[in-house]
C-alpha cells in the first residue's frame, strides 16, 4: 500500500461505479481461471456498463486464429484501464507483487548478501550486516560457485537467476560452495536463511561538532525506528541541526513519514491532509511535542523527491521549521489506495490528493496536453534545474506561512535556497562509466587484491584523510572500461577526473567499511551538500525579506 492514507484495518472502497463494476468483473473472472472452464458473470448494475471486458476475452479465446494466455490478456486490460485516469494509478501482477512490496516491507528471507556478477561469477560484494552470511563467515570478495552442489559458475547468470537460488524461506537451508582467494579448495558453507534487512537510513554521520546529516532512501515499514535510531545517535554525539538528504528518495508509506514530521514539531501541528471526490477530507496532526522540536533542520530535496519526502519537506517547510535546500521536487501528490485481487496481484488505485498544511496541492498537472513522462527532460530544455528566474510562479497558487515565507501549490515542494545542477564536473563519458557499473566493478576488484593497503583505516574518515586515488589507478580504470567497449573520451575524461577521482574512491570506502562510508565520501564533492552546510552553519542568520527566507547580507 504506498501512501495510503489508511491502514489495513480502516481501508474502504471509494470507487466510482464505473470502475468498482470493472474491477469486480475482472476479480470475478480471474477467480474463474482457477475454477475450471465456468464463467461467473457479475451482472453490473448499471446498465450503461454491461461486461463487455469478459465477453470480448471469451470471443477472442473460442474463435481467434491462434492460442492466447487469458491472464495475459487481464492485464493489459487492465493496464489500459488505468492509463486513462492518472500516471500514478497501476496494477501489480502475482509476480511482480512480492518485488515491488519487498522494499516497503523492509525486509526479505534470505542468505543476506550484496553480489554482483562478473565475469559469469558470483561474487559476494559484501555481507548484509547482522544477517546468516556475515554470522557463517563469509567474506567480501568470496565466489559463490556451487549452490545444493551443482555448479552455478559460467552459466549464463542473471540477477534474476541468482535471486531464485539465494533467496527462500525462513529457516530453509542452502549449501554453498565458496572459492576464497588464499584458499586452493572450495570452502564449504550451510546458511539458514533468515530475514534479511532493507535499510532506509543508509548513512547517519557528523559532519562538524554540532551538525549532523542523515540520508533517508525510502519511507518503508520500519524506516521511523530507523530514523530515531540514527537521530538519537546523531543528537548523541551534540547534533544541536540536522541536514535530512531526501534527494532521490521516491517516497513510500505515509505512516512512516507522519511520525517524522511529528519529531520536529509541538503538538497539534497539521501535518498533511487527503481529499478527493469520494474521499472527504482527513487530517493529519501531531499527537506529542517532538524530540526535536527544537532542533535547527536543513531538508535537501531534488526532481527525484516524490511523495512521502514532499509531505515531509513540505509540512516542515509550512511550518517554518526548517531551510529547504536543492531543487523542486518531483510533484507526486496522489494517494494510492492497494486493492488485492483474487489471483494475488494488486490494484494501486488513486483515491485523493495531498495537500500541505497551508493548503497547495503537490501533485503536478497530468492529462492531455502535458508530457508527464519527459518532466525531467522538460526542466532542463527550459532552464529550470540551471537558473530560478526561469520558473514562473502563479500569484493564484502562492501562500503564506505564519512566518512570512511564499510557498508555492502547483507541482512539487520549491526549496528556500536553490542551488542549480552542477554540470562543471559532467559528461557522457562520466555518465557510460557510471551507468554500466564499471566504477563499481573496478573498485570492487581493486580492493579485493589489495585489503592490505586498507587495513590500517579504522574509519571513512582516516581514510579520506590518509588516501587519495593516484592518477596510476585512474589510468587503470579507463583502460578497463575501453575493453568493455567505453572508448576514452579525452575531453570527458579532463572534465570529469576529479568526480571520477571521488566515486572511486566512494567505492573503495564501501568495499572496506560499509554503505555509510560510500555516502560520507560522495559528499566530498556535493555542490548541493556544500549550500546546505553554509545553511547549516548560518541557521539563524536567515530571515524572511519579501516573502522569502534569505540572509540579509545577500539581499
Known amino acids: 500500500m504506498e501512501d495510503s492514507q489508511q491502514t489495513p484495518a480502516e481501508k474502504k472502497s471509494p470507487f466510482q461505479p464505473l470502475f468498482y463494476a470493472i474491477v469486480l468483473l475482472i476479480g470475478v473472472y480471474i477467480g474463474s481461471l482457477f475454477a475450471g472452464d465456468t464463467i461467473l458473470i457479475h451482472r453490473s448494475s448499471d446498465e450503461d456498463n454491461p461486461n463487455k471486458l469478459v465477453n470480448i476475452i471469451n470471443k477472442i479465446d473460442e474463435m481467434y486464429v491462434d492460442s492466447i494466455e487469458k491472464s495475459a490478456l487481464i492485464d493489459k486490460a487492465i493496464n489500459a484501464i488505468l492509463e486513462d485516469l492518472d500516471p500514478h494509478s497501476y496494477y501489480i501482477s502475482a509476480a511482480e507483487l512480492a518485488a515491488v512490496t519487498e522494499p516497503l516491507e523492509g525486509n526479505f528471507e534470505g542468505i543476506g548478501v ?281 500569484d493564484s497558487l502562492r501562500y503564506v506561512t505564519k512566518g512570512g515565507r511564499f510557498v508555492y501549490g502547483g507541482g512539487g515542494i520549491m526549496p528556500d535556497v536553490f542551488v542549480p545542477i552542477d554540470t562543471l564536473g559532467g559528461s557522457f563519458y562520466l555518465s557510460d562509466l557510471s551507468y554500466s557499473g564499471v566504477m563499481r566493478t573496478f573498485a570492487f576488484d581493486f580492493v579485493n587484491k589489495n585489503r592490505d593497503l586498507f587495513a590500517g583505516y579504522a574509519n571513512v574518515s582516516e581514510l579520506l584523510e590518509g588516501y587519495s586515488v593516484p592518477d596510476e589507478l585512474l589510468e ?30 566512494a567505492f573503495i570506502a564501501k568495499n572496506v567499511f560499509n554503505e555509510e562510508a560510500y555516502y560520507r565520501v560522495l559528499l566530498e564533492d556535493d555542490l548541493v551538500f556544500d549550500h546546505a552546510l553554509d545553511v547549516a552553519r548560518d541557521y539563524d542568520a536567515y530571515k524572511v525579506v519579501d516573502g522569502k527566507l534569505t540572509l540579509p547580507q545577500s539581499e
Open 114 to 394: 550484496e553480489f554482483m556478477i562478473q565475469k559469469d561469477t558470483l561474487m559476494v560484494v559484501s555481507p548484509i550486516e547482522g544477517g546468516p552470511s556475515e554470522t557463517a563467515g563469509i567474506l567480501p570478495g568470496d565466489r559463490i560457485i556451487t549452490v545444493e552442489g551443482e555448479n552455478i559458475a559460467g552459466l549464463g547468470l542473471t540477477n534474476e537467476k541468482v535471486m531464485t537460488l539465494l533467496k527462500g524461506e525462513k529457516g530453509t537451508i542452502v549449501n554453498l560452495g565458496i572459492k576464497r582467494n588464499d584458499e586452493p579448495e572450495l570452502l564449504s558453507f550451510s546458511i539458514e536463511r533468515d530475514k534479511i534487512p532493507i535499510y532506509s537510513v543508509v548513512a547517519s554521520v557528523m559532519i562538524e561538532p554540532e551538525i549532523g546529516y542523515l540520508k533517508l532512501t525510502r519511507f518503508a515499514k520500519n524506516s521511523y525506528e530507523e530514523f530515531m535510531a540514527g537521530m538519537k545517535e546523531l543528537a548523541d554525539d551534540g547534533a544541536k541541526s540536522v541536514i535530512l538528504d531526501l534527494r532521490g528518495n521516491g517516497g513510500g508509506y505515509l505512516n512512516s513519514a507522519i511520525p517524522m514530521v511529528q519529531e520536529f514539531l509541538d503538538n497539534d501541528q497539521l501535518i498533511v491532509y487527503t481529499e478527493g471526490k469520494n474521499s472527504p477530507r482527513r487530517d493529519y496532526y501531531s499527537k506529542i511535542k517532538g524530540v526535536y522540536n527544537n532542533m535547527d533542520v536543513v531538508v535537501l530535496i531534488n526532481q527525484g523527491s516524490a511523495s512521502a519526502s514532499e509531505i515531509l519537506a513540505g509540512a516542515l517547510q509550512d511550518h517554518d521549521r526548517s531551510i529547504t535546500v536543492g531543487r523542486r521536487s518531483f510533484g507526486k501528490g496522489l494517494v494510492q489506495d492497494e486493492i488485492g485481487l483474487p489471483d494475488h496481484s494488486a490494484l494501486r488505485l488513486t483515491v485523493a490528493r495531498y495537500y500541505t498544511p497551508t493548503g497547495r496541492s503537490i501533485q503536478r498537472p497530468y492529462g492531455e496536453g502535458v508530457d508527464y513522462d519527459n518532466d525531467l527532460t522538460n526542466r532542463f530544455e527550459t532552464g529550470e534545474l540551471l537558473n530560478l528566474d526561469s520558473l514562473q510562479f502563479q
Open 476 to 505: 587503470k580504470l579507463f583502460n578497463a572500461a575501453e575493453k568493455e567497449g567505453i572508448y576514452k573520451d579525452k575531453v570527458g575524461i579532463k572534465n570529469s577526473r576529479e568526480v571520477i577521482r571521488t566515486r572511486i574512491l
